[in-house]
């Protein structure tokens, strides 16, 4: 079945630092793929999307790039702030519900 | 416009009751979702919603059930419950077809003693 793989947390960086949290993802055809965020005490709040191969989601500095070939959906910030301190998740839709990774919780430290 | 709305926020109940909350999707918004998170288990889905029709099921017991008003709006049950059933249960809602973004609510949180 559908299943989404993300690395474990928690991710611990200074300020200013680059971020990548990486996900994969097993599928049959080519879902939607979704990266949310869930801060303390709080739902999840959409972060960015990807629809197709090779689309680009971006929101806020994150990115991720949806790669068929590699079925990955990297999440990347050039420079984390205090702020981004949350938990991520990355989920692909299928037959009308999302499918979650384990979520990665990250650490901001000024 | 106003984003997706559960009630209640938060519940305290004892093993053997039952619980209904409840979920107002954004306007428009015809298809709702339910997931259940839980440290050990994540998020999970439970049901999926539209037209008042269930659509898709996740594999949770007959005690969780759900239904879905002409107006959108949505309950979620649970009879006869357990320990294990605290969690967190979120309300997700999207406009109308397959792949579209879920939007989630700010989720209600059970406590089961």
């Known amino acids: 079945g559908n299943s989404v793989t993300q690395m474990e947390g928690p991710v611990t960086l200074s300020e200013e630092a680059f971020l990548t949290i990486n996900c994969t993802y097993t599928?049959?055809?080519?879902?939607?793929l979704f990266w949310y965020v869930q801060y303390p005490g709080e739902g999840l709040q959409l972060l960015l999307k990807?629809?197709?191969?090779?689309d680009k989601g971006s929101n806020k500095g994150f990115e991720a790039t949806y790669r068929k070939e590699t079925t990955s959906f990297h999440l990347e910030k050039g420079s984390v702030q205090v702020s981004d301190s949350a938990v991520y998740f990355c989920?692909?839709?299928?037959?009308?519900?999302?499918?979650f990774g384990s979520g990665t919780r990250l650490l901001v430290r000024p | 416009k106003a984003g997706v709305t559960q009630t209640p926020r938060y519940l305290i109940k004892t093993r053997g009751q039952q619980v209904t909350l409840s979920c107002s999707p954004i306007?428009?918004?015809?298809?709702v979702s339910w997931y259940q998170q839980t440290p050990g288990q994540g998020l999970q889905f439970l049901f999926e919603?539209?037209?008042?029709?269930?659509?898709n099921k996740g594999n949770f017991p007959g005690r969780f059930s759900g239904r879905q008003f002409s107006n959108s709006r949505s309950e979620m049950n649970v009879s006869t419950l357990e320990l294990g059933d605290s969690a967190l249960y979120l309300c997700?809602?999207?406009?109308?077809?397959?792949?579209?973004?879920?939007?989630f609510g700010p989720g209600t949180r059970l406590l089961v003693l």
């Open positions: 306007s428009g918004h015809r298809s």
């Open positions: 599928a049959t055809g080519y879902p939607s």
């Open positions: 997700a809602s999207s406009l109308l077809v397959q792949q579209e973004t879920q939007y």
């Open positions: 919603y539209f037209s008042e029709t269930q659509r």
């Open positions: 989920a692909l839709d299928s037959s009308y519900k999302l499918i």
């Open positions: 990807a629809t197709k191969a090779d």
